[in-house]
């Protein structure tokens, strides 16, 4: 999801909780329960944008605002720190149909996920 897209949710949720908020106070007897589904619906979108960020996505390529690789994973080409090493896990990501490969750091137990070719 493109940072504009994302932008886009987060401020269309925002509004959507706003708007509940709203409606809530305006009509206290009637507005309650549409009221609390609007604040609902927009504290999921809002949600749905922070959890996207963080599939398959380590810590340092999140921090530096790089783009995603292949499968969300470790941009493409990119250098791997000498500390990971490759597992045997491998898998296909199911959005993508990328390979993935896992890469593991022994010491600390952080995990990345690397695009096969």
């Known amino acids: 999801m493109g940072s504009f897209v994302r932008g886009g949710l987060v401020v269309v949720g925002i509004a959507l909780m706003l708007a ?6 305006a009509v206290p007897a009637l507005g309650t329960i549409g009221g609390l589904e609007l604040v609902a619906m927009g504290a999921f979108l809002v949600l749905v944008v922070v959890f996207e960020r963080q599939r398959y996505r380590s810590a340092t390529a999140e921090q530096a605002n790089m783009a995603p690789g292949p499968g969300g994973g470790e941009p493409l080409g ?6 990971f090493r490759p597992t045997g896990e491998v898998f296909i990501d199911p959005t993508t149909g990328h390979r993935m490969r896992v890469v593991v750091d022994p010491a600390s137990g952080e995990r990345r996920y690397i695009a096969e070719a």
């Open 78 to 83: 990119g250098p791997i720190e000498p500390r």
């Open 20 to 25: 509940g908020l709203l409606v809530i106070m």
